[in-house]
């Protein structure tokens, strides 16, 4: 299981997680914890339950993961449908209660049914200190590809027809990783076989810390390239940076981001790939202004059309409160970031982040992530961009009566203009950490709902939406853990999925 690198990247109640916070990289089964709100935020058979655009069911621990996660730690990671009904989801589980070394799993939805998990085929032979498979990308029903780490080295894998395949290193990658330690963070597909990737290598050690690069890597015909390092990065980089967020419009046409940590302290990047060719990272424009305090950073990236994307991260202002930004992409050419719309006067915590973005057209978007009250207390919100103009953000509706010390979006999908869902998590009055879910109808959000059929499963109290994905409007999919117990003060963490179906009966 990979370990937390450099460039950002920290340990907080069990998540090895990047640029304080933002992107996921490897969840460690050894350190996992019931982590306070805090530490929390860093992020992560169907039974009706109404909610605005669509009906989620029950969720369920993944199946058959209940014979792979015998050590007691699992995690939805990632979760991509391609069509209503038609999706896939990955993430590890650990197979004894004496090893914590972690097995990377994928499963597939078909016809609205979720089939039975199994192990990465091949990440075993090059897994000596665990496995597990961070992202996947579906572009259609049955194909999709998906990357992660095993054994300290990234991998990707591909199913095609329905039939996922054999794990491969990054072809490449084994070059620049001098030091040992690399991940796939970020996969993104436009067509069955035509994907990029994007992810960090350790280029060497410095000062017994080992320094991180950022990598790509693109997919045609089904065939895996050559992975290559994010061009300018490394001029600007002694202290190391990462890919957290890749999306693809077309094949061959993608922009990335990250973060890279320069003289001057952490800063955010963009990078875009066309015809097939990846650019020269950039420096966000306006976030050299806006990054007083030296910690900026990347954290989602979606891209609705070739050249037109939009991104969202968070920086430092001068006081070193942390700022949630958006940035916006057009005919190529990325804009100035800016604080999101309405946070200022949210923030009175002064610590504020956007976790997630997501584009249905050009110019039409949703985001998600969590601000700060002046009682330390987070609170989750959402934000919409119309038109290409961002509007202002908002509490998530209903999480004030949820939320008793904290709260957060950590993924947003939109399949149609105003037609999205979100989840994340909220601490509840007993003290336990429950996972939610909103829909967003007619470009209205609706209220927040505790994730059905998780109060009977989440015994430990410790649960959260890590990924969301929709393919149609009402019709998503979603993924994260739960805690089926606590061992020795520890919650002992399940996977699970949920779907969302239309309904009638939808408001």
Not at 158 to 183: F, Y
Not at 269 to 289: C, L
Not at 394 to 419: D, F, I, Y
Not at 468 to 490: D, E, K, P, Q
Request: glycine share 16%.
């Amino acid at each position: 299981m990979p370990v937390c690198a450099s460039g950002g990247a920290r340990k907080a109640g069990g998540l090895c997680v990047v640029a304080a916070g933002m992107a996921v990289v490897a969840l460690c089964p050894a350190l996992l914890a019931v982590p306070s709100a805090a530490a929390a935020r860093t992020r992560p058979a169907h039974v009706s339950a109404a909610g605005a655009g669509g009906t989620w069911g029950k969720a369920e621990q993944v199946p058959g993961t209940a014979a792979l996660n015998q050590g007691g730690h699992a995690v939805t990671l990632s979760v991509s449908c391609a069509a209503a009904g038609d999706c896939s989801a990955v993430g590890y589980s650990t197979p004894s209660a004496s090893s914590v070394v972690a097995k990377a799993f994928v499963v597939t939805e078909s016809g609205g049914r979720w089939g039975k998990a199994e192990e990465v085929l091949g990440s075993v032979a090059f897994n000596n200190s665990g496995a597990e498979v961070d992202s996947v990308s579906c572009a259609a029903a049955g194909d999709c590809s998906a990357g992660g780490s095993a054994g300290q080295q990234a991998f990707v894998v591909n199913q095609t027809g329905g039939r996922w395949g054999k794990a491969e290193q990054v072809p490449g990658l084994a070059a620049l990783n001098r030091a040992g330690l690399a991940q796939i963070v970020s996969v993104s597909c436009t067509a069955p076989g035509q994907c990029s990737a994007g992810g960090y290598y350790a280029s060497r050690v410095s000062h017994g810390l080992l320094v991180t690069q950022p990598f790509v890597v693109s997919e045609s015909g089904g065939t895996w390239g050559t992975a290559q390092a994010v061009r300018g990065a490394a001029a600007v980089n002694p202290g190391g940076a990462m890919v957290n967020s890749v999306s693809c419009a077309a094949a061959g046409d993608c922009s990335a981001g990250g973060t890279y940590a320069s003289r001057a302290g952490q800063q955010a990047f963009v990078v875009n790939q066309t015809g097939g060719r990846w650019g020269t990272a950039e420096q966000v424009p306006g976030t050299a202004a806006l990054n007083k305090g030296g910690g900026a950073a990347v954290g989602s990236v979606s891209c609705a059309a070739a050249g037109r994307c939009s991104a969202g991260g968070y920086y430092e202002n001068g006081s070193l409160f942390m700022q949630p930004f958006v940035v916006n992409e057009t005919s190529g050419r990325w804009g100035r970031a800016e604080q999101v719309p309405g946070t200022a006067a949210l923030n009175k915590g002064g610590t504020a982040q956007v976790d997630s973005v997501s584009c249905a057209a050009a110019g039409t978007c949703s985001a998600g992530g969590d601000y700060s009250l002046d009682n330390g207390n987070t609170e989750a919100f959402v934000v919409n961009e119309t038109g290409g103009r961002w509007g202002k953000a908002e509490q998530v509706p209903g999480t004030a009566a949820l939320n008793k010390r904290g709260a957060e979006t950590t993924s947003v999908s939109c399949a149609a203009a105003g037609q999205c869902s979100a989840g994340g998590y909220y601490l509840d009055g007993t003290g336990g950490q429950q996972a939610f879910v909103v829909n967003e109808a007619g470009g209205t959000w609706g209220k927040a709902e505790q994730v059905p059929g998780t109060a009977a499963l989440n015994k430990g109290g410790f649960a959260q939406i890590v990924s969301v994905s929709c393919a149609a409007a009402g019709r998503c999919g979603a993924g994260g853990l739960y805690a089926s117990g606590i061992v020795n003060g520890r919650p002992v963490t399940q996977a699970f999925i949920v779907s969302e179906t239309t309904s009638d009966k939808a408001h």
